[in-house]
């Protein structure tokens, strides 16, 4: 199943959505492969060839077990368990790191990490009178313009937008694996953060104000501010240019933010955001970007203490 980019705050948690398919295993689809095997697709053909050839196999044992291997062996080290886990179960223990510091004061607005770390974002200023309102309808109106231009987009920028980021940073599944899976942990602590601020704000969507703003798309079931598409886009570019610095050259810092910018300005274009949402999501964004490298950057010769420092230190050797 794929989810909205930012559309319910659960981005992500599939690992790295953006790499399937792309390993090579494509033959292995429909009634007999590892999908069907790993129940993510039904095949009672599978099932049943499993069945028969497990009974024809096992047609002289009398019920004893016979030989098996009765070692038994103190626990993986951890770091090579996390080798051995799927990345799924990867996500879950990266996401309970991330979040389990974090807290929300209701009273300032504000959301608080481990060692100091800290985030706050203000009310939205169209709020404050109708005539602030008025103008930043306004603006969501006039950017209808450029849908002609921005609809595809717009439409391919509802799920996770990996392959405009792979477009930048010649990202492939195979040598970049961890790093996708990287992109996708600091996408779940946005959406999980974002969430918090848009429960506490509640704001309104453009065109719960006007019939006039007519979205291209199906307006988010959740509210306005901030932008979870711009605090997801912003982690992202915070993250990648810690991580990649200038190994792909010197462009990738100003084409990183231009991408984040693009991806934040074409939901004001397709109607379900306002501008200000924008640059509240942006900041938020960049602050998380900084919260997720404190807790997971680690050097290259240091060895992991968590599940987050394995993750980087894994991501970043595919850039060496």
């Not at 794929?2 to 390993?23: C, D, I, K, N, Y």
């Not at 779940?188 to 509640?202: D, E």
């Not at 924008?278 to 998380?288: C, D, V």
């Amino acid at each position: 199943m794929r989810l909205p980019f930012a559309s319910e705050g659960t981005e992500g948690t599939e690992g790295t959505e953006g790499t399937e398919g792309t390993e090579g295993t494509e033959g292995t689809e429909g009634t007999s492969g590892i999908a069907a095997y790993a129940g993510d697709r039904t095949s009672t053909v599978l099932a049943n060839g499993l069945l028969t050839t497990h009974g024809e196999l096992t047609r002289g044992y009398s019920g004893d077990i016979s030989n098996p291997n009765l070692t038994i062996a103190p626990p993986l080290d951890p770091n090579v368990a996390l080798g051995r886990w799927s990345r799924r179960v990867r996500a879950q223990l990266y996401t309970f790191e991330l979040v389990s510091g974090l807290s929300l004061n209701p009273a300032t607005a504000t959301l608080s990490g481990n060692s100091g770390w800290s985030v706050k974002v203000p009310a939205p200023d169209y709020e404050t009178t109708a005539a602030k309102l008025k103008a930043a309808l306004q603006k969501v109106f006039d950017m209808a313009a450029l849908r002609a231009d921005r609809l595809n987009e717009i439409l391919t920028q509802l799920s996770v937008p990996y392959s405009y980021f792979a477009m930048l940073l010649n990202l492939q599944p195979g040598r970049h694996r961890f790093t996708y899976e990287l992109m996708s942990a600091a996408l779940i602590l946005s959406g999980i953060a974002v969430m918090q601020f848009k429960h506490h704000y509640r704001v309104r969507r453009p065109a719960d104000h006007s019939p006039l703003v007519q979205p291209v798309i199906l307006t988010p079931s959740h509210g306005a501010y901030p932008a979870g598409h711009s605090s997801q886009a912003n982690v992202l570019v915070t993250v990648l240019n810690d991580m990649v610095g200038t190994k792909l050259g010197g462009d990738l810092a100003t084409q990183l933010q231009a991408l984040a910018d693009r991806i934040s300005e074409n939901r004001v274009v397709a109607g379900v955001h306002y501008e200000e949402d924008m640059s509240a999501g942006a900041a938020l964004g960049k602050k998380l970007g900084a919260y997720f490298i404190q807790e997971a950057k680690i050097s290259a010769t240091a060895t992991p203490k968590s599940a987050l420092e394995w993750l980087w230190k894994n991501a970043a050797a595919e850039w060496s």
